[in-house]
């Protein structure tokens, strides 16, 4: 039987999952998830303490030094992985709604998140056992050398708010197909499928004690997961500040760590590139989500001889983006996540405009009809943006473009490099010469040519510089939650007789 959100809501999840089942916070406490749409009440959760991030850490341990999960074969974890694939298909439409109220993102949009998140599970269910390590050539007919892996033990998973079960599925997934226990940290603000998810690893065989929730602000359930010597992994999706923190409180007990901390994501556009498809790419690159996409192209960077007809038809276009909740027929973009964050955004483009940039359109907070219910923020447009602007270092996470422009193929390589991140990058031109020399030149972890945000779970995701540590997604993805380990046999044992080989 389906187990719906709606049941795990009003059912059971006044509590956390931890040892396979529901519990309440130790202290009773819950918060409210609102719809950042429009206001409504989505759901009561537990509030977690340090302590409930103990018990679950106590739980995870057990379970991976003492449960059967890692002693399975690969296949037969890839399995599990597949039937989870398959579960999630069967419960779209529920985890695709519940994403949908939480973040107040279009349903449309949360049911090609929930096809990506199947598509995950899948790619690591597939990929199972094919990685048996390796045979090393020693030189010696007489010893035998093997590299092998093994799970790295106990993971503290922290996913974001903007894609809440996307985020944490890219680390779910790898982390049980190789073997390992964990606790899942979801955002306050955005729980729903996480806690669903923990239903749908049970119904696939995934055992009690492997994966375990805590709900809760971050400031009380966060820095167990992250000090905690029983915790072997601390694996992040969010801000460059957390990410700081948890790297300092993993320090202690030289914990692995694999972090994305976000971007600030160039787009390139030559004078050559196909017109249509290049205005196109700048629209979705940066408003998508309304922003909140941690690779979004907020930077347009773009080509002297094209610039103002160019900015001025994304202008045009962007003006007329409909704003609506996640059910509205007819919205192309939905709200930001808090009334915080909407005020954050605007404060971001008041600084921008007070250091010069010109405002181009968008830049206020509705205050008329539905949209006046909800943290909406209309797409805006910043020209005659400046090197050392704080719109071109900062990550505003909300539908803000800044306009750069360039004369040389030199110096639009050079724009697009000048930040301390290094997550994603796109070029657009019809040379795919000039293509290839600019992608090979930008220093970030994803480029796009001609595109912007596809991606596939096969291929490595994450950042160069303070974009983060570590990879996920593709054969990388994988090895962050392994340890290597060198096997050496020596078939013909006998005396080296290094010290002489004198008897006692």
């Known amino acids: 039987m389906t187990t719906t959100i709606h049941n795990v809501l009003q059912d059971t999840l006044k509590g956390l999952y931890i040892d396979g089942g529901w519990r309440q916070a130790s202290d009773g406490g819950t918060s409210t998830v609102r719809c950042p749409a429009d206001g409504r009440e989505v759901a009561i959760v537990a509030s977690a303490t340090a302590a409930d ?22 296949i037969e974890r890839g399995a599990v992985l597949l039937r989870v694939a398959d579960l999630l298909e069967r419960d779209k439409a529920i985890y695709a709604k519940a994403e949908a109220l ?52 106990v993971c503290a998973l922290i996913a974001p708010w903007n894609y809440p079960l996307l985020q944490a599925a890219w680390k779910v997934a790898p982390a049980l197909v190789t ?15 996480s806690i669903q998810l923990m239903e749908t690893l049970a119904e696939a065989g995934v055992p009690a004690g492997v994966a375990n929730l805590v709900t809760g602000p971050g400031s009380k359930v966060g820095p167990p997961l992250s000090s905690d010597p029983r915790v072997d992994l601390v694996s992040l999706t969010g801000s460059l500040a957390t990410g700081q923190t948890i790297m300092a409180a993993a320090a202690e007990t030289v914990k692995n760590i694999a972090f994305e901390l976000g971007g600030k994501n160039p787009n390139v556009v030559f004078a050559d590139a196909d017109w249509d498809a290049a ?44 704003m609506g909740g996640p059910f509205d ?10 009334a915080k964050h909407r005020d ?53 996470f909300g539908p803000v473009l800044t306009v750069e422009t360039f004369g040389t193929e030199a110096e639009a390589v050079a ?36 595109d912007f945000h596809p991606y596939v779970p096969q291929a490595e995701w994450g950042g160069f510089g303070k974009s983060g540590i570590g990879r996920e997604l593709g054969q990388a993805g994988l090895n962050e939650y392994r340890e290597a380990k060198h096997i050496w046999q020596n078939l013909t044992p006998a005396p080296t007789e290094w010290f002489g080989g004198n008897p006692l």
Not at 53 to 74: K, V
Not at 183 to 188: A, G, N, T
Request: aromatic letters at 8%; hydrophobic letters at 40%; one cysteine or more.
């Open 53 to 74: 991030s103990e018990r679950a850490i106590a739980s995870a341990r057990a379970a991976f030094d003492d449960g059967p999960w890692r002693r399975l074969t690969d």
């Open 102 to 153: 939480d973040t107040g993102k279009r349903l449309v949009e949360a049911e090609y998140d929930i096809d990506d998140i199947a598509a995950c599970f899948r790619y690591y269910g597939k990929i199972a056992g094919l990685d048996a390590g390796r045979v090393i050539d020693t030189g010696k007919p007489n010893a035998i050398s093997r590299v092998v892996y093994e799970p790295i033990g």
């Open 179 to 193: 073997g390992n226990s964990f606790v899942l940290k979801p955002s306050e603000l955005t729980p729903s499928t």
């Open 279 to 322: 205005v196109d790419n700048a629209l979705t690159a940066v408003f998508l989500h309304s922003g909140q996409v941690c690779s979004a192209g907020a930077r347009l960077v773009v080509e002297e001889t094209i610039a103002e007809r160019f900015v001025a038809e994304v202008v045009e276009r962007a003006k007329r983006i409909r």
């Open 329 to 338: 027929p007819n919205a192309e973009t939905g709200p930001l996540i808090s």
């Open 344 to 396: 954050q955004v605007h404060a971001y483009v008041q600084a921008g405009i007070a250091e010069g940039a010109e405002l181009l359109c968008g830049g206020y907070i509705p205050e008329d009809g539905v949209l006046a219910d909800g943290f909406f923020y209309p797409p805006t447009v910043l020209g005659n943006c400046r090197s050392g602007m704080s719109v071109l270092l900062e990550e505003s």
């Open 415 to 450: 724009i697009a490099n000048d930040t301390e991140y290094g997550l994603a990058g796109a070029v657009g031109t019809s040379d795919a010469s000039k293509a290839q020399r600019v992608a090979n030149a930008l220093r970030h972890g994803t480029v796009w040519i001609n």
